[in-house]
């Protein structure tokens, strides 16, 4: 089993709409879980960080943790097309990345 | 403040040729880690470096060899290049002690192996 898994496969979206992301982790120790936005051709950079179960909310972002299930999910709200990207989740145990999920905003 | 650099940003090799990937933070950071990203893949860890004069292998080490040269340079060696190489690689070094351990990325060397 992979440490990160991203399963879902492009994701489009209506702008103005709620794109929802979901990411599972093997290591129950790990502590620290980290969305990063990667636009084509660019490197990734973080979006959000997360360490407590529960909701973490920033702008238009929100992060949610549940340690007990092992996953951790990304909401993005009021969706636009800048937003447009791939999404990668990434745990704190050597910072292992998932596969990513790419976002398509719909104008 | 460049953050992470990465040289060279784009780099063609012939089957069997050796190349050396170099990186360097201006941060002061302790870690330093190299990624390679395939298309679909996501990022897969090939090493990394805890702190200087230490390596550790990632997920996928084989057919590379790195150097910790000091704190500021990490650097990745292809000794003999295979088409299976080709990829675009990330140098990157996370802020630790804060308990952030958010990862500063460079911006990738894109590498075709013929």
């Known amino acids: 089993q992979k440490e990160v898994e991203q399963n879902s496969g492009p994701l489009s979206v209506p702008e103005g709409a709620i794109a929802s992301l979901n990411c599972t982790y093997s290591d129950r120790g790990s502590q620290s879980f980290f969305w990063y936005r990667q636009y084509s051709g660019k490197s990734p950079e973080l979006i959000m960080f997360i360490y407590s179960n529960g909701d973490k909310e920033d702008g238009r972002f929100t992060a949610q943790l549940n340690k007990a299930s092992q996953y951790v999910s990304l909401l993005i709200r009021d969706s636009q097309p800048s937003d447009s990207a791939t999404y990668l989740c990434a745990v704190h145990t050597r910072l292992a990345f998932g596969k990513g999920n790419q976002v398509v905003v719909i104008p | 403040n460049a953050g992470v650099t990465q040289t060279p940003k784009f780099q063609v090799l012939k089957t069997g040729q050796s190349m050396t990937l170099q990186c360097a933070q201006d941060?002061?950071?302790?870690?330093m880690y190299w990624y390679r990203q395939d298309p679909g893949m996501g990022l897969r860890l090939i090493y990394y470096?805890?702190?200087?004069?230490?390596?550790d292998k990632g997920e996928v080490p084989n057919g590379y060899n790195v150097s910790r040269l000091n704190k500021r340079e990490f650097s990745l060696r292809l000794e003999s290049a295979a088409p299976s190489q080709t990829s675009v690689y990330f140098c990157a070094s996370p802020v630790t002690g804060t308990g952030s351990y958010e990862q500063y990325f460079g911006p990738g060397t894109r590498l075709t192996v013929t």
């Open positions: 470096s805890a702190s200087e004069g230490t390596t």
């Open positions: 941060m002061n950071h302790n870690s």
